[in-house]
């Protein structure tokens, strides 16, 4: 490939990332050095996404959208918080005109993506797929191996049938009163659901977090293949081994159902593919 040391200067001259201009500015370079390292030296997506994303997935590769909607986007308002930046965006043309989202990190001064996908924040698709109120799950605590039971839930399929969803789980909740999730989680204490507004660029994601009542937490479902977006979620009720919530999308994405109050069929990939392993339970606290 060529021009790649030309490439790799522009990368070092990066941006402070202390504030949303400079995040802004970032964005808008990082979209011009992508579109001429295509156009100049006809780089492919994987190798696109190997010198600018700090994570991508296979099927990331399949699908040529991200990258040209990246260079047709319309830069609006940013966030920054430290290292990181949420870049909201439209694209012209795009039908309905939903308002979507990038994540970039900065590393020493080089802004990249933080992965190679966008998320949408606003729009009428996102609406529909709320509807009106959060939608609710409930969750049985998890006490022996084994298979899942009414101790999982799936936010993707929005639904707590796993052996209708193949194990396809996004959440679970287990004897020691967490919840453990294929994914990263974030414990935002006690909080309304309804303040959650977006996703939180300072979050110190885990994979297991407490169950506490009155407390809301922002999870990201994913990042793999299947699925990656973002929802936020409340326990409402917790009692008896049984964690209620009350859950609303955070932000839609790759796999994120059209809608959140009722259940989402298994793609026809899904249904080829077998189940998904059980996860062993933890050891007993205390």
Known sequence: MKHL???LLLLVVGADASSTKEAKKGFVELQATIARLR????????????????EFQRSDLEKKPFLAELQEAKPGKVDATGSRALVRFTVPG???????????????GVWRLACARSFIVDGKGLRDA??????RARMSMRTTNGPYG?????????????RKYKNRVDIWFCHNQDFHVRGGVVDLGKKS??????????????RVARAEAGHTY??????????????AFQVTRLKRGVAELSWTLLAGGHGAPSTIHKPNPLPESDRRDGADGVDGLPGKRG
């Open 5 to 7: 040391p030309w490439v």
């Open 39 to 54: 156009s100049e030296s006809g780089a492919d997506a994987k190798q696109v996404l190997e010198l600018f994303a700090r």
């Open 94 to 108: 795009e039908e309905s005109s939903p308002v979507r989202a990038v994540l970039l990190e900065n590393e020493r």
């Open 130 to 135: 709320r509807g009106r109120k959060p939608a």
């Open 150 to 162: 009414s101790s999982a839930y799936s936010f993707t399929y929005v639904s707590g049938d796993m």
């Open 193 to 206: 659901l309804g303040t959650v507004k977006k996703i939180p660029l300072d979050a110190s994601w885990r």
């Open 218 to 231: 922002v999870m990201r479902v994913g990042p793999n293949e299947r699925r990656d977006f973002f929802v």
